[in-house]
């Protein structure tokens, strides 16, 4: 199986934490569409004629396309390859809560999109004003409702915890409105204040300051146990599912599945190897027809892909997978992981072994960074 990555790099604003590549010209969506168009039957051959399992819009802000864009991109998808049957694969749009109207939902639903992805980050409108987000609460509310009700149901929302000037009871107050809206996928993760962003800038002048470890530790434990709690599976560290709803698409990247990236800014993996297009929409829709768009590949060692393995598999609930691992390695990579591992599955008991997998146990998924540093080559 194989996945598509479409990259939108087109937003109507830039919201304070984000450091994904956007623009806000949104004069290009013509240039760029024909661009992407372009690249996209020049490259289907990078999937070695593996079957398409997931195609992701992914951005910048993918809903502020129009339907008709939107259709434009999906027929040349289907016009480039065999698809026996759209329904079995899963096409996720991201979409801001503010651009999902009763027609465009409804302009959704007679495209082969049937996931959505929402970015509501909080559903306190002082905090969403303060992180530049152009809907409020009661928007996301009624969006991810609205959706529900013309049938498009498979609804992942996104939320961050860490935003500045929100305490435990706000936080508290989001996660319970999120289960409420019985959505079946709930992505939270951990604000980051990234260079070069507007929110980092307002952190270096003293305006915000980043939340202490215990608030940190307080959130991340309030938001196992209240989703938890709710049914959902928690199946990658930043991500809750209810049974069967995980993202396919996001979970081939953590089994090192490949995948090509379309647009400015977008990533591939082949197995081996990484590309990415230069961070450049000018320069993109630039390239004359028969050329490559602008881009960079970095050529994977073994001890990387090892590294890789580590990194993405052991994010998950299932883990690290001993037998692939023994098999596309080698003993020695295989003898190193499990020498290293030994500590933390004997005395910390923060890392277990079951059915021939390896995994963070809750009590260590607070310190994964540093577990899983000591497990690289």
């Known amino acids: ?34 661009t ?9 051959h990078e999937l070695g004629g593996e079957q398409i399992k997931t195609i992701y819009f992914g951005g910048g802000t993918p809903s502020t396309l129009t339907i008709e864009e939107l259709e434009r991109i999906c027929k040349c998808i289907t016009d480039s390859m065999v698809i026996d049957d759209m329904s079995n694969i899963e096409v996720t749009l991201e979409a801001n809560p503010d651009d999902l109207t009763e027609d465009y939902v409804q302009g959704l639903r007679t495209l082969p999109i049937n996931r ?12 969403l004003h303060l992180v530049g987000r152009r809907h409020t609460a009661t928007e996301a509310i009624e969006a991810v409702r609205r959706c529900q009700r013309l049938g498009l149901t498979n609804i992942s929302i996104d939320l961050i915890y860490g935003l500045p000037g929100e305490t ?35 952190k270096e002048q003293g305006i915000v300051s980043p939340i202490d470890e215990e608030q940190s530790i307080a959130a991340f434990e309030m938001l196992r146990a209240k989703l938890l709690g709710a049914g959902y599976k928690h199946y990658e560290i930043s991500n809750f ?36 297009n230069l961070s450049n929409l000018s320069n993109y829709i630039a390239t004359p027809e028969g050329e490559e768009v602008p881009h960079e590949i970095e050529h994977l060692s073994m001890e990387e892909r090892y590294d890789e393995r580590i990194i993405t598999e052991l994010r998950t609930a ?33 890392i277990k072994t079951a059915d021939n997998h390896l995994s963070l146990t809750p009590e260590s998924i607070l310190i994964s960074d540093a577990i899983m540093c000591d497990l690289l080559y």
């Open 116 to 127: 959505i992805s929402m970015g509501i980050q909080s559903f306190h409108d002082r905090t």
């Open 168 to 202: 435990l009871e706000d936080w508290s107050y989001s996660l319970d409105q999120a289960i409420a809206l019985g959505v079946p996928h709930i992505s939270a993760y951990h604000l980051t204040y990234e260079e070069g962003t507007r929110l980092w800038r307002m």
């Open 1 to 34: 199986m194989a996945g598509i990555y479409i990259h939108i790099p087109f937003c109507e604003s830039r919201c304070a934490y984000c450091d994904f590549y956007s623009t806000t010209l949104l004069s290009h969506r013509e240039a760029y569409i024909e």
């Open 318 to 350: 299932k883990g690290i997978n001993l037998e692939l691992l023994l098999n596309d390695f080698g003993e020695h990579y295989h003898t190193h992981l499990m020498n290293q591992a030994m500590p933390y599955i004997d005395r910390e008991q923060l």
């Open 36 to 44: 992407a168009c372009r690249e996209l039957k020049s490259r289907l």
């Open 241 to 276: 599912a209810l049974p069967n709803c995980h993202s396919r698409h996001n979970s081939s990247y953590w089994q090192g599945i490949r995948y090509i990236g379309i647009g400015p800014g977008a990533h591939s993996y082949d197995g081996t190897n990484r590309r990415w």
